[in-house]
């Protein structure tokens, strides 16, 4: 009897995909009125990007999450199908 092995990096890629669609859908969302709170959200981490100049090599650290509504149903819609799966 084969049992059915869930791999949690297919979870963490089902997560990532349902978020970028649905940042992607709630900015296009944004332009339509009676849809604009898809759009509403927060954005958090660096402004300034960290610059790490080595002489040799310069290196740039930043990192920007912008999290809205949409993206949060569609990061709760990706683990629903994930669990259907």
Do not use: C, H
Not at 2 to 27: C, Q
Not at 59 to 67: D, G, N, S
Request: overall charge positive; charged content about 15%.
């Amino acid at each position: 009897m084969a049992t059915k092995e869930k791999n949690i990096w297919v979870l963490l890629i089902f997560i990532l995909s349902g978020l970028v669609v649905g940042g992607l859908l709630g900015e296009l969302a944004a332009r339509v009125d009676w849809l604009w709170w898809l759009a509403y959200g927060q954005s958090f981490g660096l402004e300034n990007p960290i610059v790490l100049d080595l002489s040799v090599v310069k290196v740039t650290f930043a990192l920007m999450f912008k999290i809205s509504i949409a993206s949060i149903i569609g990061m709760g819609l990706a683990i629903f199908i994930y669990k259907k799966i």
